[in-house]
Antibody, heavy 120, light 107 residues
Framework: QLQLQESGPGLVKPSETLSLTCTVS??????????WGWIRQPPGKGLEWIGS???????YYNPSLKSRVTISVDTSKNQFSLKLSSVTAADTAVYYC????????????WGQGTLVTVSS | DIQMTQSPSSLSASVGDRVTITCQAS??????LNWYQQKPGKAPKLLIY???NLETGVPSRFSGSGSGTDFTFTISSLQPEDIATYYC?????????FGGGTKVEIK
């Protein structure tokens, strides 16, 4: 059974860089049938796609976050990572990693999510 | 960017009722539309992909339809365990967008 697990600091200071890693187990991140993505959800609000990556390293970002986001993949560790720079309180959210099917592009497997709070 | 307008934002219905949620895209997205269920404190769960295809293991009371700009998600007979927030999601040229969500409650 595929599992995804987010890891990283739960508290980040304003203006600093948020860094999270998603570890994939039970399947290979190098499969050509899938992309891998990050989604966030501010407390009490809806879902926002942050960006996606293919195992080859090709990336696709939400235009509203593109200037601050970097997503990378480490196939040797079966992991992909998120960096979000210059964070503010508005970046406080539960951050999810997920697998995306290459056809129809649904998020079919999700991590449990990790709350990241931006505060001094 | 393609915007997704989901309505209503919330609804209250009785057990056994038919529930319908709509999602409208700001431009033609063919059938590139997926639906999710999210219960409090949990990650979203995929229910419908490609507008009308039921994900494996999802009860048949859930269904989806539509193409182009207008899409519908239906619960044919609302059950107590269906209390959740439902989201649509589109993909266009590898950019993904979620609708604002519909919170479904029991009357």
């Amino acid at each position: 059974q595929l599992q995804l697990q987010e890891s990283g600091p739960g508290l980040v200071k304003p203006s600093e860089t948020l860094s999270l890693t998603c570890t994939v187990s039970g399947g290979s991140i190098s499969s050509s049938s899938y992309y891998w993505g990050w989604i966030r959800q501010p407390p009490g609000k809806g879902l926002e796609w942050i960006g996606s990556i293919y195992y080859s390293g090709s990336t696709y970002y939400n235009p509203s976050l593109k200037s601050r986001v970097t997503i990378s993949v480490d196939t040797s560790k079966n992991q992909f990572s998120l960096k979000l720079s210059s964070v503010t309180a508005a970046d406080t959210a539960v951050y999810y990693c997920a697998r995306i099917r290459a056809t129809a592009m649904p998020f079919d497997y999700w991590g449990q999510g990790t709350l990241v709070t931006v505060s001094s | 960017d393609i915007q997704m307008t989901q309505s209503p934002s919330s609804l209250s219905a009785s057990v056994g009722d038919r529930v319908t949620i709509t999602c409208q895209a700001s431009q033609d997205i063919s059938n590139y539309l997926n639906w999710y269920q999210q219960k409090p404190g949990k990650a979203p769960k995929l229910l419908i992909y490609d507008a009308s295809n039921l994900e494996t293991g999802v009860p048949s009371r859930f269904s989806g339809s539509g193409s182009g700009t207008d899409f519908t998600f239906t619960i044919s007979s609302l059950q107590p365990e269906d209390i959740a927030t439902y989201y649509c999601q589109q993909y266009d040229n590898l950019e993904l967008t979620f609708g604002g969500g519909t919170k479904v409650e029991i009357k």
